[in-house]
């Protein structure tokens, strides 16, 4: 059963820096890529990192955010500095064999919320 489980969320002061951190188990986690999504009320869910298997990352929302992995312990991590209020969303995190990075592909975790206060 694959299993994607995140963590880290919280609420932070504009400013502040989380670290989100995703669980990963029941598939082979270093063949997958993996990205890290936010959907805010209201708003439709985007991608906001992804690094592939062999570690190539690209932020694709803001330089404040860095995506990285440690397939040792099958987790990717999520490092947000200088947070702003409108980073305020629900963060998920997904894997999947391919690089399309379209939203119906891949696992998915329950998420983490993030709200930062101004």
């Known amino acids: 059963q694959v299993q994607l489980v995140e963590s880290g969320g919280g609420l932070v002061q504009a400013g502040g820096s989380l670290r989100l951190s995703c669980a990963v188990s029941?598939?082979?986690?270093?063949?997958?890529?993996v990205g890290w999504y936010r959907q805010a009320p209201g708003k439709q869910r985007e991608l906001v990192a992804r690094?592939?298997?062999?570690?190539n990352s690209r932020a694709s929302v803001s330089d404040r955010f860095t995506i990285f992995r440690d397939n040792a312990k099958n987790m990717a991590y999520l490092q947000m500095n200088s947070l702003q209020p409108e980073d305020t969303a629900m963060y998920y995190c997904n894997c999947r064999k391919t690089a399309d990075w379209g939203l119906e592909y891949g696992y998915w975790g329950q998420g983490t919320q993030v709200t930062v206060s101004s």
């Open positions: 690094i592939s298997s062999s570690g």
């Open positions: 029941g598939i082979s986690f270093s063949i997958n890529h």
